[in-house]
Antibody
Framework: QVQLQESGPGLVKPSQTLSLTCTVS??????????WSWIRQPAGKGLEWIGR???????NYNPSLKSRVTISVDTSKNQFSLKLSSVTAADTAVYYC???????????WGQGTLVTVSS | DIQMTQSPSSLSASVGDRVTITCRAS??????LNWYQQKPGKAPKLLIY???SLQSGVPSTFSGSGSGTDFTLTITSLQPEDFATYYC?????????FGGGTKVEIK
């Protein structure tokens, strides 16, 4: 069974860049059938889709974050990554990575990682 | 963006109760609607995809229905492990969007 695991700094200073990596195990990330997403959830609030990447390199981003987001994939390491620039306190959230297939957008999820933006 | 509105935002129910949660899309999304369950401190779990298809391993006490703009998630007999927050999510178009959630609490 596929498993996803987020990793990266838990604390980022305002105006800096948040960087997270999702490592996929139990299956190859390099399948044309799947795509790989990032979703976030501020404490006590709902879920917000950040964006996704196909292993072809094609991406879709949420317009609300598009100017600050970059998602990339490293098939040799079975990983994909998120960079979110110019962060503020409003970017403090639990960040999840997830796998999608067709219209089943999020069938497997990582456990989530809390990122706090604070000086 | 397609807005997803869930109701109620919370409800109290007892073990064995039948529970229905509603999700409305701001425009037609055909059957491109997924449901997730989230427990505190955990990642969401896919329950239902394409409005009415049960994800593998999910109990048959969960069911989904609807198309167009109006959808429902039904739990036919609430179990102790079902107390959680439930989210709908549209997969019709990007940006992919979620409803605000429905918290199911113990009465």
């Amino acid at each position: 069974q596929v498993q996803l695991q987020e990793s990266g700094p838990g604390l980022v200073k305002p105006s800096q860049t948040l960087s997270l990596t999702c490592t996929v195990s139990g299956g190859s990330i390099n399948s044309s059938s799947y795509y790989w997403s990032w979703i976030r959830q501020p404490a006590g609030k709902g879920l917000e889709w950040i964006g996704r990447i196909y292993t072809s390199g094609s991406t879709n981003y949420n317009p609300s974050l598009k100017s600050r987001v970059t998602i990339s994939v490293d098939t040799s390491k079975n990983q994909f990554s998120l960079k979110l620039s110019s962060v503020t306190a409003a970017d403090t959230a639990v960040y999840y990575c997830s796998r999608g297939l067709g219209t089943v957008n999020f069938d497997f999820w990582g456990q989530g990682t809390l990122v706090t933006v604070s000086s | 963006d397609i807005q997803m509105t869930q109701s109620p935002s919370s409800l109290s129910a007892s073990v064995g109760d039948r529970v229905t949660i509603t999700c409305r899309a701001s425009q037609s999304i055909s059957s491109y609607l997924n449901w997730y369950q989230q427990k505190p401190g955990k990642a969401p779990k896919l329950l239902i995809y394409l409005a009415s298809s049960l994800q593998s391993g999910v109990p048959s006490t969960f069911s989904g229905s609807g198309s167009g703009t109006d959808f429902t998630l039904t739990i036919t007999s609430l179990q102790p492990e079902d107390f959680a927050t439930y989210y709908c999510q549209q997969s019709f178009s990007t940006p992919l969007t979620f409803g605000g959630g429905t918290k199911v609490e113990i009465k």
